[in-house]
Antibody, heavy 125, light 112 residues
Framework: EVQLMESGGGLVQPGGSLRLSCAAS????????MTWVRQAPGKGLEWVAN????????QYGGSVKGRFTVSRDNPKNSLYLQMNSLRAEDTAVYYC???????????????????WGQGTTVTVS | DVVMTQSPLSLTVTLGQPASISCRSS???????????LNWFQQRPGQSPRRLIY???NRDSGVPDRFSGSGSGTDFTLKISRVEAEDVGVYYC?????????FGQGTKLEIK
């Protein structure tokens, strides 16, 4: 079964750090872009960051640029989000998603996140 | 950055009746390959989001054919031909044509 499972959330003080993890299973992890999306309490979805298959390309949303770092470990089928200088407004459920981005034929699928994890909750207070 | 604007933000529909959600972008979503990278996601209460439709009108496997997507450029629509109880939730459009990607605010669908 294709699955993503986030972990590492918790309560942290403003200015603190936290590292989220996402364990992938059931698919060839190294073949996919991966993305983090977050959702503040009672709010909508916000794209946070993504990373290409070998980690050589990374993009960040404006609200987290310079504070968050996305990385991956393909042999461990794992995606990470290192969050530094945390603020109250970073409080959210963080989802790990699979990003098809481009298939073998060269067709693009920008933003078409097809698999989502159950989310991990980060509270900055 | 591209701003995605959905309307309405809230929708109450009688079972079996149609529903329509509009999504407008502040810039054209036509990419250099002439595709529009506009996707729709559904988030049922207490669940993670789920992709419904990608590239405007391509329905995911397992998504009922009562869901359809259309549009091009800056104007897109998600339609549900006959709303069922399981359709309750929040629907988000999301553009992937321009960095950074951006979601609409979400449209909450309830049953009357």
């Amino acid at each position: 079964e294709v699955q993503l499972m986030e972990s590492g959330g918790g309560l942290v003080q403003p200015g603190g750090s936290l590292r989220l993890s996402c364990a992938a299973s059931g698919f060839t992890f190294r073949s996919y872009w991966m993305t983090w999306v977050r959702q503040a309490p009672g709010k909508g979805l916000e794209w946070v960051a993504n990373i290409n298959q070998d980690g050589s390309e990374r993009q960040y949303g404006g609200s987290v640029k310079g504070r968050f770092t996305v990385s991956r470990d393909n042999p461990k089928n794992s995606l990470y989000l290192q969050m530094n200088s945390l603020r109250a407004e970073d409080t959210a459920v963080y989802y790990c998603t699979r990003d098809p981005y481009q298939d073998e034929s060269g067709s693009y699928y920008f933003g078409a996140f097809d698999i989502w994890g159950q989310g991990t909750t980060v509270t900055v207070s | 950055d591209v701003v995605m604007t959905q309307s309405p933000l809230s929708l109450t529909v009688t079972l079996g009746q149609p529903a329509s959600i509009s999504c407008r972008s502040s810039q054209s979503l036509v990419y250099s390959d002439e595709n529009n990278y506009l996707n729709w996601f559904q988030q049922r209460p207490g669940q993670s989001p789920r992709r419904l439709i990608y590239k405007v009108s391509n329905r995911d496997s397992g998504v009922p054919d009562r869901f359809s997507g259309s549009g091009s450029g800056t104007d897109f629509t998600l339609k549900i031909s006959r709303v069922e109880a399981e359709d309750v939730g929040v629907y988000y459009c999301m553009q992937g044509t321009h960095w950074p990607y951006s979601f609409g605010q979400g449209t909450k669908l309830e049953i009357k």
